[in-house]
Structures are given as structure tokens and as C-alpha cells.
């Protein structure tokens, strides 16, 4: 299961792009909150800032960077 911190790409935003690729910010409900920033600059979608977690696919450490 996903926790805050957790580097994660959702699948549904599109690829190459600033919202590919996120951290999880907040978790409430079944769902995520992803920072598309940074820890002191945190930039959210605003028109869906809340994703499902089945919209999410974990990163694996060996592509962290």
C-alpha cells in the first residue's frame, strides 16, 4: 500500500510532462495528494489535486534521482 513519501507515477497524467511524476503529500480516503514539486515548493493539480490510489503506480528506488 501507498505511504506519504512514497515517489509514485500516475498513470493517468500525461507522460514527459511536470505531472507524471509526484510524491505523496497527504492520504485520505483511498486517495493520494501529489506534490509535483518540491518539499519547501510543493506544486498541486488544480483541477484534481486528489488521485485514486489505482490512478498510482509506486516508483522503484533504482529510478529515484
Do not use: S
Not at 500525461?14 to 515548493?41: C, M, Q, R, S
Request: no cysteine.
Amino acid at each position: 500500500m501507498f505511504k506519504v513519501g512514497d515517489k509514485v507515477r500516475v498513470i493517468t497524467n500525461p507522460k514527459d510532462t511536470l505531472w507524471e511524476k509526484g510524491v505523496i503529500h497527504k492520504i485520505k480516503e483511498g486517495k493520494a495528494l501529489i506534490n509535483y514539486g518540491f518539499e519547501d515548493f510543493p506544486v498541486f493539480d488544480i483541477r484534481r489535486p486528489w488521485k485514486n490510489f489505482e490512478e498510482l503506480e509506486l516508483i522503484n528506488e533504482i529510478e529515484r534521482g
